[in-house]
């Protein structure tokens, strides 16, 4: 199984930056696609961006963050990053970072996924 603890979260004002981790027990974290998932109170868990493992990395993004979030991994450190500039109040959520074998944008197609870090973003 794949262990996955995000870090990284907490209380940044609208426009700020913010980074997020993902860290990976198993050191076969390199053969799985990565993704960010969200969910804010009262709404479904949403799709943010994932990374695949294949060549440098194919990344994806929810049309909500693309210029915003960029997602990057380093397979020799088994860890994932989620850097968010340009933050807005509806940014606001619980992180959670999630390994497939196939998946790229649906949650249930995710296998393992941390525990969560909260990103509150003030206005």
């Known amino acids: 199984q794949v262990q996955l603890v995000e870090s990284g979260g907490g209380l940044v004002q609208a426009g700020g930056t913010l980074g997020l981790s993902c860290a990976a027990s198993q050191r076969t974290f390199s053969s799985y696609t990565i993704g960010w998932f969200r969910q804010a109170p009262g709404k479904e868990r949403e799709f943010v961006a994932s990374?695949?493992?294949?060549?440098?990395?194919?990344?994806y993004y929810a049309d909500s963050v693309k210029g915003r979030f960029t997602i990057s991994r380093d397979n020799a450190k088994n860890t994932a990053f989620l850097l968010m500039n340009s933050l807005k109040p509806e940014d606001t959520a619980v992180y959670y970072c999630a390994a497939s074998r196939y998946g790229l944008m649906s949650a249930i197609d995710y296998d393992y996924w941390g525990k969560g870090t909260l990103v509150t973003v003030s206005s």
């Open positions: 990374i695949t493992w294949s060549g440098g990395g194919k990344t």
